[in-house]
């Protein structure tokens, strides 16, 4: 991975959204949920402050509308703080 988050920041890999259909129609993509959960695939040296908990490969739950959508080499991936992680999925 060539992004490296800074301080206390996360770089998530969401888990793809589940495909639905009702009766045979197919829902498109902007009707689909947004996945809640992910795994991180780069973590932020945190701060003086605040050590670093995630660690990398855990799987983690955050909030609908947490952390920062960005894309590389055609992956969607978010970026947000350790803060905006509601829980570690063991």
Same mark, same amino acid.
Not at 4 to 26: F, M, S
Not at 38 to 63: P, R, W
Not at 65 to 80: R, V
């Given at each position: ?6 301080? +206390? #920041? !996360? ?8 495909e639905?259909?009702?009766?045979g ?6 009707? &689909?949920? &947004?996945?809640?959960r992910?795994k !991180?695939?780069? !973590?932020g040296?945190?701060? &003086? ?6 660690k ?5 739950? %955050? ?8 894309? %590389? ?5 978010l970026?947000? #703080?350790?803060? +905006? !992680?509601l829980?570690?999925? &063991?």
């Amino acid at each position: 991975m060539n992004i490296q988050p800074l301080a +206390d #920041r !996360v770089l998530v890999l969401p888990a793809p959204a589940e495909e639905k259909t009702i009766g045979g129609i197919i829902i498109p993509d902007t009707a &689909k949920e &947004k996945p809640l959960r992910g795994k !991180v695939v780069a !973590v932020g040296n945190g701060t &003086k402050d605040e050590e670093m908990v995630i660690k990398l490969n855990d799987e983690v739950l %955050y909030g609908k509308y947490s952390g920062t959508e960005l894309e %590389y080499e055609g992956e969607k991936y978010l970026i947000m #703080r350790q803060s +905006d !992680v509601l829980a570690i999925i &063991k």
